[in-house]
């Protein structure tokens, strides 16, 4: 971790994150809402329109995984090999349980 911001006025917490070629801006907004929140009074199995994960392609794949599993990180099955291109992913969660992909380069 870089550094941490948060700003009251400004209505936001960010975190910088850096590893090697791989910086990571994470912005939480004050006003924002969550997924709970918004459907708490929906019917069950209804989504919200958005991103369902995103990922990032990383060069040293198994130094990440070990990484990840010291730091204690929520994954989301286990490792697999893309059948048509050959290289390695796993998915994680972040803190309020949005999927991560990471990809081997």
């Given at each position: 971790?870089?550094?941490?911001?948060?700003?009251?006025?400004?209505?936001?917490?960010?975190?910088?994150?850096?590893?090697?070629?791989?910086?990571i801006e994470l912005i939480e907004l004050n006003s924002s809402l969550t997924p709970k929140k918004l459907l708490e009074n929906q019917p069950k199995k209804t989504k919200i329109?958005?991103?369902?994960?995103?990922?990032?392609?990383?060069?040293?794949?198994?130094?990440?995984?070990?990484?990840l599993k010291k730091l204690k990180v929520e994954f989301y099955g286990d490792v697999v090999t893309d059948g048509l291109s050959g290289k390695?992913?796993?998915?994680?969660?972040?803190?309020?349980?949005?999927?991560?992909?990471?990809f081997e380069k």
């Open positions: 971790m870089l550094n941490k911001v948060e700003s009251e006025e400004r209505g936001f917490k960010q975190a910088n994150l850096n590893r090697g070629d791989v910086l329109d958005g991103f369902f994960k995103f990922g990032f392609r990383v060069t040293e794949f198994d130094k990440w995984v070990d990484a390695r992913m796993l998915l994680i969660y972040d803190p309020d349980g949005n999927r991560i992909q990471i």
